[in-house]
């Protein structure tokens, strides 16, 4: 079955811009979680979504957000977008059970000017 | 900081050689997950094992758990030039299954 897909892969904003990722979940697989890697403070959890529901979050500003929908795919949000929000950003879906892998996408290289 | 760390940070051998690398993290885990990453593309998952397992196998690799000591290891063993990447340990923590806390990673490069 297919795995996740994420889009876009690459993006380029500018500072103070807002910026939109969409991450598609292996089918059947309701959670979906996000991640920000950086070369200095490595991989770090953003949030996590099961039916529709923000389940788990990190600590990051309120400028990030993000959303499921009624098909599992999922969204976030960064506004206000400043330079050292540029990253590598990770989605993985699990399925809900407790032990269960998490699989992730390719990843959105998102780069602010 | 809650994240795990792994050691080496990086690690260069030659191909057929077996390669090994170390996490620790702080507090307890439902499990702990192993993966690869190449060249700051997607993680792929290698393997998971769980709190109440010691090791557990998967081909070439072979992973410890030793929850007494909050750490763990994996080995890859006859190793290849494709298996250059960075890797990285996650845990899972009771009540957050779906929140992996990530190692800081150890890069292995295996020189043909």
């Known amino acids: ?113 | 900081s809650q994240q795990g760390e792994e050691d080496p940070q990086a690690l260069s051998i030659q191909e057929g050689e077996n390669a090994t690398m170390n996490c620790s993290y702080k507090t307890s885990i439902n499990n702990l997950q192993w993966y690869r990453q190449n060249s700051g593309r997607g993680l792929v998952h290698l393997i998971l094992i769980r709190s109440n397992e010691r090791e557990k196998h998967s081909g070439r690799l072979r992973v410890t758990l030793d929850t007494s000591k909050k750490s763990s290891s994996l080995l890859i063993t006859a190793s290849r030039a494709a298996d250059t990447a960075s890797y990285f340990c996650a845990t899972a923590y009771r009540g957050a299954t779906n929140k992996l806390i990530f190692g800081t990673g150890t890069l292995l490069a295996v020189q043909p």
């Open chain 1, 1 to 113: 079955k297919a795995g996740v897909t994420q889009t876009p892969r690459y993006l380029i904003k500018t500072r103070g811009q807002q910026v939109t990722l969409s991450c598609s979940p292996i089918s059947g697989h309701r959670s979906v979680s996000w991640y920000q890697q950086t070369p200095g403070q490595g991989l770090q959890f953003l949030f996590e979504y099961f039916s529709e529901t923000q389940r788990n979050k990190g600590n990051f500003p309120g400028r990030f957000s993000g959303r499921q929908f009624s098909n599992s795919r999922s969204e976030m949000n960064v506004s206000t977008l400043e330079l050292g929000d540029s990253a590598l950003y990770l989605c993985a879906s699990s399925a809900n059970r407790v032990d269960t892998e998490a699989f992730f996408g390719q990843g959105t290289r998102l780069t602010v000017v």
